[in-house]
Each structure stands twice: as structure tokens, then as C-alpha cells.
């Protein structure tokens, strides 16, 4: 049975126009040049990433937009640092990536998640 990682390369190769909002069926939306030129600069700015950053947003499985760009754009050595209340989605990021791309310190710690990670990570310098 293939991976998250085996289907998430698939994708990307298979992909023939990069930074195109990822959605199975294209809605009127998305023909807005704006909104077409965010999908693009947001697309460019993960693959150029060393770090992802995801602060208070758990990734629910309903959001395949997002959890679609993320598989195809986010650059394939960019570490995933998830600071939210709860823990849900570290499972929701390894439904797409692999365990060890994601650092989960930050994870489930309730309301200590965020003033956690600017204490120790925000001003980190690489």
C-alpha cells in the first residue's frame, strides 16, 4: 500500500501547471487573477521553505485545498513544526508527511502551545 510520501510525490510529478489552487473541480473563484497570483506566490514560498510553521490551525481531513498544496508544494526537506492547543493535527500532518519531517513539541500543549513556541522558537536564527 502506497504512503502519504509515495502518493504525495506522484502528485507532484504528475502536476502539469505548479501553483494552481489544488481542487478536483475548478469553481469560478479561481478564475480571479488575484486570488490565482496568491495561489502562485504561496506556492513558491513553500517550495523555497526550510520550515513550516502551522500556529492554531489543526488541519482537519476536510480541508483537502490545504492539505493538497501542502503534498505537492511544501519543499521535500522543509521541517513541519505544528503549535496548536490540541494534538489532532500531528495525525492530521501525518496523514501527508512522513513522522520525521514533523517536530511536535509544540503540539497539544493547550494554552501554553503558542508563548512555548516564541519563547524557545520565534526568534530562532538559522
Known sequence: ????????SAIRSDLSARGRPPVAVKSP????????AIWRQ??????????????GFSLPPSDQIVSSMLATELNENATIIPV?????????LERIFPAERIVTDDAGLRDSAVPKWVATRANHTH
Do not use: K
Open 1 to 8: 500500500m502506497p504512503t502519504m510520501a509515495d502518493l504525495s
Open 29 to 36: 473563484y479561481y478564475v480571479n487573477n488575484t486570488i490565482r
Open 42 to 55: 504561496a506556492a513558491e514560498a513553500l517550495r523555497q521553505a526550510d520550515e513550516l510553521v502551522i500556529i
Open 84 to 92: 496548536d492547543y490540541g494534538d489532532a493535527v500531528v495525525s492530521n
